[in-house]
């Protein structure tokens, strides 16, 4: 038995939820512990979990991503975390590769390659990098299996689909932060980890499968907002201050490009519901005590930045590379 607990953070997803516990329990070497944080579901969903011996944390209302996490994670006691999404699917052995490889690297997290149900051969995911505008790629989205993705490496950003936290290390850091709720949390959480010195691993032998976007859709005006509040959220919490004006350059194209994505997919109002949001917050997140290890971040982000300027072919990360000064600072 594994020194793991499975938390899968779920709402109003029974039939998602039914697969991603079947791959749990069949995975070659079983978990310690697996717990649902449900967050105030009516479908079914508790009664789902609790046909397959899950432990179920029930919340009367939907919590978020971020809080329902924390609550799970605060409840176990196994060296090791996967937070798992209730549309994503572990393959056999991926929780022993996961385990295994981050024992080898000494990682604060592992992740595997996460392959997309609805591209059928291409990758959802396999790790995430960070843009000095506070926008994020996820790197290997859309693309065929292919280097650098068949090689197990150190990673500093990684999503939040199926992952590996040592426990003791999401403790000290406070967990994922819950002002977030969903979407760039993940994000948000490894750059913590990174100021802190710690870093993660790829393994791409390890497999999973996602659906993508089972909550609340792709595009969606809820998924757009929350990206669009997050990005500045993101700057106003960790940016250098001040950041002088090719930084803020970078943050204002990099988020406005953004911006005409959400506009061609009829989600503008949104985006710009998100950064008012975000920019109501500003003074108040801005002015908080800087966290240990924040002089570390634009070595970071700078690293980061480079290689998603010369890995990423998507028109917006094109564009974001003609119109921003590389270094960014």
């Known amino acids: 038995m594994l020194d793991v607990s499975v938390v899968i953070p779920n709402f109003n997803r029974a039939r998602l939820l039914e697969r ?9 070497d079983s978990p ?45 006691s196994t060296e090791y975390i996967l937070v798992l999404n209730n549309d994503a699917v572990l393959a056999p052995d991926c ?38 505008s506070g926008c994020a790629l996820r790197a290997g989205h859309g693309l065929p299996p292919g280097e650098p993705y068949l090689s197990t490496r150190p990673v500093t950003f990684a999503p939040f689909t199926a992952i590996l936290v040592r426990r003791s290390l999401f403790r000290s ?18 750059l913590r980890c990174a100021m802190a010195g710690e870093s993660g691993v790829y393994d791409h032998m390890a497999r999973a499968t996602h659906a993508g976007s ?13 990206i669009s509040r997050n990005q500045l959220l993101l700057v106003a919490l960790h940016w250098p201050r001040p950041m002088g004006m090719r930084l803020a350059w970078t943050v204002f194209i990099g988020q406005s490009l953004w911006g005409l ?20 917050r500003w003074r108040d997140v801005r002015s908080r005590p800087r966290i240990p290890g924040s002089q570390e971040i634009l070595p970071i982000l700078q690293e980061s930045d480079s290689v998603l300027r010369s890995s990423a072919h998507q028109r917006y990360w094109r564009l974001y590379s003609r119109l921003t000064p590389s270094g960014g600072w």
């Open 95 to 132: 929780l022993t590769r996961l385990c295994d490889t981050a024992g080898a690297y000494g990682a604060a997290f592992a992740v595997p390659m996460v392959m997309s149900e609805t591209l059928p051969g291409m990758m959802d995911a396999a790790w995430d990098l960070l843009a000095l």
């Open 261 to 280: 994505m959400a506009l061609r997919r009829g989600t503008f109002s949104a985006w710009l519901g998100g950064k008012r949001e975000a920019l109501r």
């Open 173 to 190: 850091l406070g967990g994922l932060n819950e002002e977030f709720g969903s979407y760039l949390e993940d994000v948000e959480f490894c």
């Open 214 to 226: 089972a909550t609340d859709g792709a595009w969606s005006p809820q998924m757009v907002r929350r």
């Open 20 to 28: 991603s516990l079947r791959s749990v329990a069949n995975q070659s």
């Open 32 to 76: 310690a512990a697996v717990v649902v944080a449900d967050n105030g579901s009516t479908d079914g969903s508790v009664e789902c979990a609790e046909r397959f011996g899950a432990r179920v944390i029930r919340f009367e209302e939907n919590l978020g991503f971020s809080r329902a996490v924390n609550e799970a994670v605060r409840r176990c």
